[in-house]
């Protein structure tokens, strides 16, 4: 299956696994432009995507692609995951992994992720005693992407004037990941039960997503290889899009399809935490590639 990763690595060098993407997430596209900056030339990620398909399935990516069961019904609710646009009128259980509590329920005991509980305002007296326990938590809905209501939580009383309609939200144990003063995450592709690639997502905000992408390399010491850096614009459809919709992308997602800041720097990662976040992403791809789509547990969604 192919699965986009998202990590992040605190001050210790842990890594820690905070969601997982289905579907055609972002990441080749990303990976191939820091490659481009940062060494001057095309990477060979999309062939290397194309030769495992192929070797694996025995498809070319696309008919991959668009022979999983569950396909269909993952567009439609994309969109409707960003609010524009109404349910998937034909449901697969294989949409269930859209749902954090779900993915966490799945693979919190087999690799490491953020302490995480559901989030009941009826309850307030168990998030407070969560939030006291870890010093510093972050609201996140348990359906969406893109960062969307995605809050850190530092006192008692902000949770008690949270006003969250009727979206269900999970509370998880905040991780800093920070570098050379910029927030980050690892985006890690793992498809056929091979590594594929990653880069990393830098920004100034207390979260990461669409920030500015660097190339990652696995190098000593820890950190930006050049502080102080320089950035490149990108304005062209990206490779997913044009496997994903075809010629029929929504407008509204214009800029995640087709522009990109890229870092001229890279990030350093140890090699053994390179190593490990590999292992660990080709581990939840294995995992979820052996799932029955049909057992897995109810979602929040679901009525």
């Not at 919190?108 to 407070?128: C, K, N, R, W, Y």
């Not at 920030?211 to 490149?232: M, N, R, V, W, Y």
């Not at 939840?284 to 799932?291: A, D, H, N, Q, T």
Request: charged share 25%; net charge negative.
């Amino acid at each position: 299956m192919y699965l986009g990763i998202d990590f992040l690595i605190t001050s210790q060098l842990q890594p820690y696994v905070v969601e997982v993407n289905v579907g055609l997430p972002g990441g080749a596209q990303e990976y191939h432009l820091t490659h481009l900056v940062y060494f001057g030339k095309p990477s060979n990620i999309f062939k290397q995507i194309e030769e495992t398909s192929q070797r694996i399935y025995g498809k070319t990516f696309k008919d991959y692609l668009h022979s999983l069961p569950f396909i269909e019904s993952l567009k439609p609710f994309k969109i409707w995951m960003d609010g524009k646009g109404p349910f998937p009128t034909i449901f697969h259980p294989g949409l269930r992994l859209e749902d954090k509590w779900n993915q966490y329920q799945l693979i919190s005991s087999i690799v490491p992720m953020p302490e995480t509980m559901i989030f009941d305002p009826i309850h307030l007296g168990q998030a407070e005693q969560f939030l006291e326990r870890k010093g510093k938590i972050v609201l996140k809905r348990r359906v969406g992407r893109g960062g969307r209501g995605l809050q850190v939580i530092t006192e008692p009383e902000t949770l008690s004037r949270l006003d969250l309609g009727s979206s269900p939200y999970l509370l998880q144990e905040y991780i800093e990941s920070k570098i050379d003063g910029y927030h980050f995450s690892i985006r890690s592709i793992a498809f056929g039960g091979e590594f594929i690639c990653m880069y990393a997502n830098l920004s100034t905000r207390s979260f990461s997503n669409h920030g500015t992408l660097a190339f990652i390399s696995p190098d000593h010491p820890f950190g930006l290889s050049e502080k102080d850096f320089k950035t490149e614009s990108f304005n062209q459809r990206s490779w997913e899009a044009e496997i994903w919709f075809g010629g029929n992308e929504p407008p509204y997602l214009r800029h995640n399809l087709y522009e990109d800041e890229v870092a001229k720097t890279a990030l350093h990662v140890p090699e053994d935490v390179f190593s490990m976040i590999k292992q660990l992403s080709v581990k939840i791809e294995r995992f979820y590639e052996s799932l029955d789509l049909s057992s897995l547990p109810k979602a929040c969604f679901e009525k």
